[in-house]
């Protein structure tokens, strides 16, 4: 069963995308905040890795370049209400796979969840 | 062939950077222009100068030779006070050896000589220096006057540039505060569509969908007032309000967004207070106040309310314990779109308009709204001063019209 790292800070949203991918059949780890979230990659693992982008303090650009300078290969979906162009070019560029812009379909996240998923295998 | 490529990437790359700097390259070349156009026109005077200065020389020159042949010619021996008062001559002895300034009268008087007197050479020097000043001083002061109009125009110029990137800014802010509970509400309706959840599974989901309705509605209203306060019509309705029955109501109601355990207040200690104030805007001032509490609280939010009585006056405090600010950001906080962005925990947001409607709220109440932090780290405290109701009951209400 995959696993899926959520970060996301606010409540409602991440218990929502938590409910949804927990009836699609995943398994969901959860935080919401880049700290706890880095601290628990430390020992454990995860298959694809939800990032919100404006979180308390360590935002999630600077989370994910934590994650990948640590040799860290989990493909991350970034998630972000903002849309501005060179956030979303600066992201991928930081080495996120994907982008997704709120307010999103909960259909659309899942699809885009399994297309990482596959792409990893 | 690589000295090649790299002379074309070099060429590339300055093309590049011309392009993207293209308003500051066409502004500092104009400019450049403009003074190379002032240079040229001030030595172009000056070489007008000069040669006026030459032709002065020679007409007297001429009139000296003139002079020099008509006396020269008569018998009777030549007069030196009429020619240096009235012609600007001088007659003298000729010079040994000859000077190229002074003519012979020939052929009766060769022993004399005539030549510009010191009035004429130091009148014609006068004024040739004047006129070289002032052409000099016209091109000086072109040179500030292009220099200080560029100036003005390139701080205006990047003034409008920095007021619409932060435009862009706030718009992206705004963009993001309207977004989010959409984003939560969007999904937990979608997830109600296809599945089936327990009164007990959905009660917690509704209450958090409440409150995203909640922020979505103050935002709005944030919004409209600061709109309308900006353009100086938006209408308050001042009037006699009991404050501690509105202030335990409004309390009551705040237990949706922070555990009643984490408030505490003296609210209660009074039994009856009355004020001046538009029962509308203390909700959204105090509102504001809450939410800036809960959004930059970096652990468990404990807020104290509470209220005191002096001159006159009711002081409405909010005290937290959150990431404070330095003291002498204490005016700050209150400008429009103003975010302490490097004292404030990172990556949260707000349209950095709640407390700026919250001050111009109080103010237009005829009170005032401050704050006060002994530091980052240490809290902050909020005052909102309302002004005492007077006890006749024919000045009951006081509406005012902005």
């Known amino acids: 069963m995959a696993v899926v790292m959520l970060v996301e800070d606010e409540e409602l949203i991440s218990t929502m995308v938590e409910i949804n991918l927990k009836r699609e059949g995943f398994d969901v780890v959860s935080f919401g905040a880049s700290e706890p979230a880095l601290e628990y990659l430390e020992t454990g693992s995860c298959d694809v890795i939800l990032l919100d982008i404006m979180l308390p303090g360590m935002n999630g650009p600077e989370a994910l370049k934590e994650i990948r300078g640590r040799g860290i290969t989990t493909p991350v979906l970034m998630l972000t209400a903002r849309h501005d162009l060179d956030l979303k070019v600066g992201t991928l560029e930081s080495g996120a796979d994907d982008y997704l812009t709120k307010p999103f379909d909960m259909e659309e996240l899942l699809a885009r969840i399994r297309v990482l998923l596959r792409r990893k295998d | ?402």
């Open chain 2, 1 to 402: 062939m690589r000295a090649l490529r790299g002379i074309r990437e070099r060429l590339g790359a300055t093309l590049g950077w011309t392009w993207t700097h293209r308003h500051h390259v066409l502004f500092g070349g104009s400019l450049f222009f403009l003074t190379l156009l002032m240079a040229w026109w001030t030595l172009f005077l000056k070489e007008s100068v000069d040669r006026e200065r030459a032709d002065s020389q020679q007409i007297l020159q001429l009139r000296i030779e003139n002079y020099a042949s008509v006396l020269g010619h008569q018998l009777v021996p030549p007069q030196p006070d009429v020619l240096d008062s009235e012609k600007n001559i001088s007659l003298l002895a000729c010079p040994d050896p000859p000077d190229p300034f002074t003519v012979q009268l020939s052929p009766h008087h060769p022993t004399w000589c005539l030549t510009p007197s010191e009035l004429s050479i130091s009148s014609m020097d006068r004024q040739y220096r004047l006129r070289n000043a002032m052409v000099f001083g016209e091109g000086a002061l072109s040179f500030l006057l292009i220099l200080v109009t560029g100036l003005m125009l390139y701080r205006l110029l990047d003034a409008e540039k920095r007021a619409s990137q932060e435009l862009q800014e706030i718009w992206s802010r705004v963009t993001h505060e309207i977004k989010t509970p959409i984003t939560g509400i969007k999904a937990l309706l979608q997830t109600l569509e296809k599945q089936e959840l327990s009164p007990d599974e959905l009660r917690p989901l509704l209450k958090l969908g409440m409150r995203e309705v909640e922020r979505q509605e103050k935002l709005a209203e944030n919004l409209l007032i600061g709109q309308r306060l900006a353009r100086g019509f938006y209408q308050l309705q001042t009037s006699r309000l009991e404050l501690v029955a509105f202030l335990r109501n409004y309390l009551e109601h705040q237990v949706i967004r922070i555990p009643r355990e984490q408030v505490s207040s003296n609210v209660g200690g009074f039994e009856t207070l009355l004020v001046q104030a538009d029962p509308n805007a203390l909700r959204v001032i105090l509102d504001n106040l809450v939410e800036n509490s809960v959004k930059y609280s970096d652990k468990k939010l404990l807020l104290q309310v509470f209220i005191e009585e002096l001159d006159g006056a009711v002081m409405i405090h909010l005290k937290d314990n959150g990431p404070g600010f330095e003291p002498s950001q204490s005016r700050k906080v209150f400008d429009a779109y103003k975010r302490l962005s490097a004292e404030l925990p990172k990556g949260k947001q707000g349209t950095g308009m709640g407390l700026h409607i919250s001050r111009r709220l109080a103010v237009e109440m005829g009170g005032e709204l401050t704050a006060e932090s002994a530091g980052v780290g240490f809290g902050a405290t909020f005052t909102l001063t309302l002004r005492v109701a007077r006890s006749d009951p024919g000045g009951s209400s006081d509406k005012e019209k902005k």
